[in-house]
């Protein structure tokens, strides 16, 4: 029985010294950590906004041409209505709605259209809205990088016009009825060679 007395205190002593241990170690890590005695903490440098993407890109969501039903997703048709004697034109194709979220100028389209002459895949219309304050700086720059270095077909602040490989694209800025706010709406078709 004494044994077995001496064996428990040896295992509480033991207990105790390493609980000590363990909390002088914790205690010198934090006052490593802690500041000096009337510094100022220093603030982290403000973070960049992110960069904004301008390409166009993820509203082709098939090349020109594709059939209706080789459409990749589910779409949503679009009344369009007509003037009962006016001619139909290639302006006055069957526009559906992809129902698939995709981003432009950094943000979600509030229109994104898909039209289709004769069950081809013939032009791609997509807006989005920006403040009126960021549209200008917004614009120029997507449209610079449209045209990469390309020079534009339409010299006005709010118009650009250019190609990209196989696309054509115009594109506007507009100001709408709520002088805060501005539109950027863009036209894809495809490019027709020269």
Same mark, same amino acid.
């Given at each position: 029985?004494?044994?077995?007395?001496?064996?428990?205190?040896?295992?509480?002593?033991?207990?105790?010294? @390493?609980?000590?241990?363990?909390? @002088?170690?914790?205690? #010198?890590?934090?006052?490593?950590?802690?500041?000096?005695?009337?510094?100022?903490?220093? @603030?982290?440098?403000?973070?960049?906004?992110?960069?904004?993407?301008?390409?166009?890109?993820?509203?082709?969501?098939?090349?020109?041409?594709?059939?209706?039903?080789?459409?990749?997703?589910?779409?949503? #048709?679009?009344?369009?209505?007509?003037?009962?004697?006016?001619?139909?034109?290639? #302006?006055?194709?069957?526009?559906?709605?992809?129902?698939?979220?995709?981003?432009?100028?950094?943000?979600?389209?509030?229109?994104?259209?898909?039209?289709?002459?004769?069950?081809?895949?013939?032009?791609? &219309?997509?807006?989005?809205?920006?403040?009126?304050? &960021?549209?200008?700086?917004?614009?120029?720059? @997507?449209?610079?990088?449209?045209?990469?270095?390309?020079?534009?077909?339409?010299?006005?602040?709010?118009?650009?016009?250019?190609?990209?490989?196989?696309?054509?694209?115009?594109?506007?800025?507009? #100001?709408?009825?709520?002088?805060?706010?501005?539109?950027?709406?863009?036209?894809?078709?495809?490019?027709?060679?020269?």
């Amino acid at each position: 029985m004494a044994q077995t007395r001496r064996l428990i205190r040896a295992l509480v002593a033991f207990g105790c010294a @390493a609980a000590a241990v363990a909390s @002088a170690a914790w205690l #010198e890590g934090c006052a490593a950590t802690a500041p000096a005695r009337g510094s100022v903490p220093t @603030a982290l440098p403000p973070a960049a906004p992110p960069a904004v993407s301008h390409d166009f890109g993820p509203l082709v969501l098939a090349p020109f041409g594709t059939a209706f039903k080789d459409v990749p997703g589910p779409l949503t #048709e679009v009344l369009v209505f007509h003037q009962p004697d006016a001619r139909r034109s290639s #302006e006055d194709a069957d526009c559906f709605r992809p129902n698939v979220v995709v981003s432009f100028l950094g943000r979600a389209p509030s229109d994104h259209l898909l039209c289709f002459d004769h069950d081809r895949l013939k032009r791609i &219309e997509a807006a989005v809205a920006l403040s009126a304050a &960021e549209a200008p700086a917004v614009f120029a720059a @997507a449209c610079a990088d449209w045209r990469r270095g390309v020079p534009a077909t339409v010299l006005e602040p709010d118009a650009c016009e250019g190609r990209q490989g196989d696309i054509a694209f115009s594109a506007r800025r507009t #100001e709408g009825p709520d002088p805060a706010a501005a539109t950027v709406s863009i036209t894809l078709v495809e490019a027709v060679s020269p």
